[in-house]
């Protein structure tokens, strides 16, 4: 029987969406939870960014259109 799991992302502070870095964190952090989701079995709600983030300083490479 196959298990599903909800995994609940909210953006820690929504009126920095403006600010590029804040947002490129935020896409980092988010696409670790997407290639890990087995590190967030169990959590109740996820806040990102997080300083806890392994890849939080995460920069796009200058070849890669990033996220605007």
């Known amino acids: 029987m196959a298990r599903f799991y909800v995994i609940v992302v909210t953006i820690g502070t929504v009126g920095r969406l403006s600010n590029r870095e ?9 696409a ?5 989701p087995e590190n967030s079995i169990g959590v109740g709600r996820i806040f990102i ?10 920069r796009l ?7 605007t």
């Not at 490479?61 to 996220?67: D, E, K």
């Open 22 to 30: 804040y947002r490129e964190r935020c896409a980092a952090r988010l």
């Open 61 to 67: 490479p200058p070849h890669v259109v990033s996220v």
């Open 32 to 36: 670790e939870i997407i290639m890990y």
């Open 49 to 58: 960014p997080s300083c806890f983030c392994a890849i939080a300083s995460f």
